[in-house]
């Protein structure tokens, strides 16, 4: 199937305000050469929906707009205890059935789960109610510390600003890398995050570093990229020993130096793919890979497809 176009998100009653917002920016047009959205928020009854924190939200759409959309959102909402509508639970369940993308952001899961459309699945929610979701649905294999969990056709994501997560995945999976790091840029997030829910609870995700000296060096790495790039020679630069750079470097940014390294490289080798003709070789080069087999290596053990395939999949004009 084509990559999605139309989007639209349910927002019942209770709807969160967080939520909302978060996947009306994402999908809200942003410019030149990034794809034209067709977003919308849907309810069971249009007119105005009381958000979570009590702030009244105009919706104008109706239930309808599920049943067009290409990609189909079900957001948090404060009563999710209660199982939304037959006429929801009805409208979800089509949509799924004549073949759209189905994803849910938070306890958003709640609604997919009481739909039917995560039995068998491994699903993820917000890490507070994980074991209320799997209580209610053993037939869900809940992974409560992840960030978003694909299962194809089915995506759920986790908590509040987890939202983010979960939408830049559907976005890199569907429309590129680039597309994603753009719209990332744009909001001045991280393109992709390592690890689970944890992370975030505690811990600055790696391109918002707030240790200054630290900041200095990864701004340096990402324009250094070509080279080797050993932690020796970053903990140098940073002026610590390499224990302490690297005891440092994780509890300022929740990932290790060479994780975070391996990260960058291949999202920027993802770019070049996408956005240019350069050989898999000079690719490989520009992103500190010694030769393109072991660009291929890690490229198909990370993101599933070799780079000519992942190209032929993503090509646009620089």
Do not use: K
Request: charged share 20%; aromatic share 6%.
């Amino acid at each position: 199937m084509p990559p999605f176009v139309t989007v639209a998100a349910h927002a019942p009653p209770g709807v969160g305000m967080l939520g909302a917002a978060i996947v009306s920016e994402v999908f809200d047009a942003r410019g030149q050469g990034l794809p034209p959205f067709d977003f919308a928020l849907c309810t069971e009854r249009p007119g105005t929906v009381r958000t979570d924190v009590g702030l009244p939200l105009l919706v104008e759409h109706g239930l309808d707009r599920l049943a067009s959309a290409d990609l189909v959102i079900a957001l948090p909402w404060a009563d999710f205890r209660t199982p939304p509508g037959p006429a929801v639970l009805d409208a979800l369940a089509r949509a799924h059935a004549r073949g759209a993308l189905v994803a849910a952001h938070c306890v958003g899961a709640f609604a997919l789960a009481a739909a039917g459309l995560l039995d068998g699945l491994r699903a993820t929610t917000h890490w507070r109610f994980a074991g209320l979701l799997a209580g209610r649905h053993p037939e869900i294999s809940v992974e409560a510390d992840a960030l978003y969990v694909d299962e194809g056709r089915v995506v759920t994501g986790a908590g509040a600003a987890a939202g983010f997560d979960l939408c830049l995945h559907l976005l890199r999976r569907e429309h590129g890398a680039a597309t994603a790091n753009a719209i990332a840029r744009d909001l001045v997030l991280p393109s992709h995050r390592e690890g689970g829910q944890a992370q975030y609870l505690a811990t600055p995700a790696p391109e918002d570093c707030r240790d200054e000296r630290l900041a200095d060096v990864l701004a340096w790495a990402r324009t250094h990229l070509h080279e080797p790039l050993p932690v020796g020679e970053l903990a140098r630069r940073a002026l610590m020993s390499r224990r302490s750079f690297a005891r440092r470097f994780t509890a300022a940014t929740g990932t290790t130096p060479h994780a975070w390294l391996l990260g960058l490289r291949l999202s920027r080798a993802e770019e070049l793919l996408e956005t240019t003709d350069l050989p898999v070789e000079e690719v490989a080069r520009q992103v500190g890979y010694g030769s393109a087999a072991v660009l291929r290596a890690q490229f198909t053990r990370r993101r599933g497809v070799p780079p000519r395939t992942y190209r032929r999949s993503f090509t646009r004009t620089p």
